[in-house]
């Protein structure tokens, strides 16, 4: 079933890691089970789950995945040929709500990762929409799911637009185009009537909704499936309206396609709009963080019933490349405090100590290498862990421990120890204090991974 | 380097899933490149990974890792071809404190999934007692990792002694055993001594920890080897006593023996001791639910250096086919708060009020499929979710919202609508006191999944 669905249907198993089934000994070339594959997408599984579960699942069905998926292509930067993709769907929907909610549930992923509002935005388009296009040049706009079509060709120069800019697609819409390193694309080889309605198409701005369905409107309103693709989108944008989002959030974009052959309607994605530049000040580009839209027919494939269905998904690695424009890298641990081990025959005191904190809700992790205290003050500070519990016989036979606090140490990009007087970083406890005495330093970021805040606010814990 | 460590060496290929790499045009039969398998555990990964980075990872390295692997073998009750194990281990440990911990921790986690102590029990054996057997006997310990030797018969049948029984194992360990399919295995061929002695250790009651170690020191604490192995045992005691786990948590047992080839010391594994029977009242076997231990060795195979090394897996689907026996399924969502659409064309007000609630912090979903209200009542019972928010014109005229609270129902095993008088289930609240009285009645269970202890107390969400 795969096959069908990918990018590059032209090429039967490009894209996909193929793997044969080793329990089908002798089996005719082209036997259905003979051949699998790793999982391309988490998308085209759900519907079969759907189709086979039907009458079990609640109506809708609505749920999240993360799983790896595998690319064979070309890696780069942040793309892997193995990666892991977050996954969002809702099958057997009405209307569009549930388009706009994934819209707004990819903002709100954004702003919960600290991306301010302005340096993402979601872009939305409608397949029906491009359809129109199709139709109101005279091809087959049917042939939408059939990437290897003319159809496809005029798609993918469309989808090219942001990397070759209008010249380029135009010469993919005509006989085709030669790119810097030599390559030539052969190109949907339109009339040059048919190149000028699409490039037409192609210089509506993207931006503020209403204004972008009002362009789309004057293009392909008078086709049927034109119209039908404005409408839809005029309802997404009263519902995103209704959730908060406005059009700097989530604007349309007439030149959105996405790859996947597996599209019905709207269709969606995620980029960056804040500006990053390499070492050498050439702008870093991640393409889309996000993507994704409806897929009416793909339940239906499997199943044979209509099924109406939108979702989108997160490439992982992706965007956690991504979030480092934004914020070095801090070591954090989920880990609060490391418990030293500076006597060797004193371990099941240690061991003791390292319960008891638990016990009190402390992440507590006991060193179980072989270094020295400071090798072992190293890595609590390589790890980010804000306190190091101290004691030897000297401190437990006066039944006191020594807290080390590191502060982080925007030098050398780790936690280190802190030397400037005003902000005691080293103290002694009494052992049946120990508890209540780190509770106070955690306290305001229990709840998070207390290093970070601690790295954030410059060497205190109490953010 | 994978069929190395796979427990049937004997058949390379046999457990693995083997992918032909795509990029490899013509390359020559047995060139290490031609070919992947399908990830068999995430060990083995991790270690690479330990050797490569070596110079780059803290010391110790310890991490946990969630991700699916992938077994060739006869799929059953809990025994999937492709499942999600749950890892952790330390790298470059020293001593035995991580040993300890990585049992300690198979006890916390049951314990976190309510399955009591004493229905649960970490076993824990050493390779080097094993190997001391081995020694005792006459027999060659060195290939203790090679699986297709005559040692790893012996160990194979000793592996086999909680199915087969004292008997079965042996047969194996003589000149081998008929099951009752008839399927014939070929035995270890020891002569009738060392049967003998191998079946005396067999006989060491597994229990108490320092009793089995006495018992082990009279039978292979005249070995270099296995002395060893006692000695590794009795530091893990005392670590587990400084941890407070007793013989009832983690005993020792010297019949466990764990597939995997890699383990050159202390192995363990996690059972369920509390006994249930399927329908017809047969008792039901899980297998065991964790399983890990030392690996002294295994980095060391890919960069030379040697790493001392422990960790352990849990099966997260045999699991929690395991935890549906001691609580029956209830269902529940993430979401409290389902707001149903009554009137389509108050859809604006339904997303704003779900935004509100979202923004209070209550989990809320607004129903996005095309029932009515019956259906979307139907809908958050089958999924758990707690409280329906219902406003028509009638309501919202007034300014009011009316609030269903569905309670779980033990007859269908789902969420219903009570209808008991003494404690209403549904009420009228002023549209602007909606998310008090919504957070006055979430507010016990609000950090867990509410409908969860809704079930367990039988209707009110106050546990």
Known sequence: MLGKFLPESG???????????????????????????????????????????????????????????????KPGLGRLRAFTQFDVDSVGVHGLIADAEVCALACDIFEALEIPRGDYQIRVNNRKVLAGVLVAAGLDPGSLADTSSQTGAVLRAIDKLDRIGLEGATELLGKGRRDESGDYTKGACLDPKQIEQVVSFLRVPRGERLSVCEALDRLVGHTDIGKVGIDELREIDRHLGAIGRDSEDVAFDATVVRGLGYYTGPVFEGVLTKQFCDESGRPRSFGSLFGGGRYDELVERFSGEKVRAVGGSIGIDRLLEA????????????????????????????????????????????????????????????????FVLIAGGRELDRDVVQVKQLVYSARNGTLAQASHAEQPTQWEAPISRVVPALHERLAPSRESVGVWSCARTGGTNQA
């Open 11 to 73: 090429q039967p198993g490009a894209g996909i890691f193929p793997l044969r089934n080793p329990d089908v000994g002798e089996c005719q070339p082209g036997d259905p089970e003979e051949w699998f594959a790793l999982r391309y997408d988490l998308t085209a599984s759900l519907a079969r789950v759907c189709a086979q579960y039907a009458h079990e699942l609640p109506k809708p069905f609505r749920r999240y995945q993360v799983g790896t998926v595998w690319r064979h292509e």
């Open 323 to 386: 979030l480092k424009l934004f914020e070095p890298e801090v070591p954090s641990s989920a880990a609060q405090v490391l418990v030293a081990v500076v006597e060797r025959e004193r371990i099941s005191w240690y061991l003791g100590v390292t319960r008891t904190l638990r016990s009190a809700g402390i992440n507590t992790e006991i060193y179980s290498g072989d270094g020295n205290l400071r090798a072992q003050l190293k890595y609590a500070a390589k790890l980010g862990i804000p």
